[in-house]
């Protein structure tokens, strides 16, 4: 069955760095397309971006551009997430989100459980 | 702040119909670009709910609906059940928005 398994809650400092993890399992990393998604405490939905895990250059939201980067490993089926000069409104929980293609877009079929990430000085 | 629009809350007693729609504009809903549907129940991640304006994954019960017209689209959800309480988010892509894909900002359904 796909699994979406992603890395542990997180405490950073503003300005600082975070990288979060996303292990794949189920189905073929390359096969998919991975989503980045987050979601500030109360809030609802963001998307951050999206990844092909076969290559080529990812695609980020106009908003983070310049401030995440998203890679993926298919030696360990892992697609990374970094988001860079952290500020407080970056306190939220992230998720991957694998896109399965429909005609000209695509849906999130399996979503990672999760991780919060915390940004406090 | 959301690109899509979505009621905050809706509630039903159970055993009740309830709709939340969804209403974009001609850059995302109103395109041939289709409407997906999420449903978060409390302190979980999202799971897919509706894909592709009116199609049920396998495991969705059939109490589940949607559909899509013009600039708008809707939930439906009939048969109202306490485990239905949750919060619902619609999701589209945005053609005016550098390849964007974007959320309505989330419903929360309280069954009654």
């Known amino acids: 069955q796909v699994q979406l398994v992603q890395s542990g809650a997180e405490v950073k400092k503003p300005g600082a760095s975070v990288k979060v993890s996303c292990k794949a399992s189920?189905?073929?990393?390359?096969?998919?397309?991975m989503h980045w998604v987050r979601q500030a405490p109360g809030q609802g939905l963001e998307w951050m971006g999206i990844i092909n895990p076969s290559g080529g250059r990812p695609t980020y939201a106009q908003k983070f551009q310049g401030r995440v980067i998203m890679t993926s490993d298919t030696s360990t089926s892992t697609v990374y997430m970094e988001l860079s000069s952290l500020r407080s409104d970056d306190t939220a929980v992230y998720y991957c989100?694998?896109?399965?293609?429909?005609?000209?877009?695509?849906?999130?079929?399996?979503w990672g459980q999760g991780t919060l990430v915390t940004v406090s000085s | 702040q959301f690109v899509l629009t979505q009621p905050p809350s809706v509630s039903g007693a159970p055993g009740q119909r309830i709709t939340i729609s969804c209403t974009g504009s001609s850059s995302n809903v109103g395109t041939d670009y289709d409407v997906h549907w999420y449903q978060q129940l409390p302190g979980t991640a999202p799971k897919l709910l509706i894909y592709?304006?009116?199609n049920r994954p396998s495991g969705v019960p059939d109490r589940f609906s949607g559909s899509k017209s013009g600039t708008s689209a809707s939930l439906a959800i009939t048969g109202l059940q306490a485990e239905d309480e949750a919060d619902y988010y619609c999701?589209?892509?945005?053609?005016?928005?550098?390849?964007?894909?974007?959320f309505g900002g989330g419903t929360k359904l309280t069954v009654l």
């Open positions: 999701q589209s892509y945005d053609s005016s928005l550098s390849g964007s894909r974007v």
């Open positions: 592709g304006n009116n």
């Open positions: 189920g189905y073929t990393l390359t096969s998919k397309y």
């Open positions: 989100a694998r896109g399965s293609l429909w005609f000209m877009d695509y849906y999130f079929d399996f």
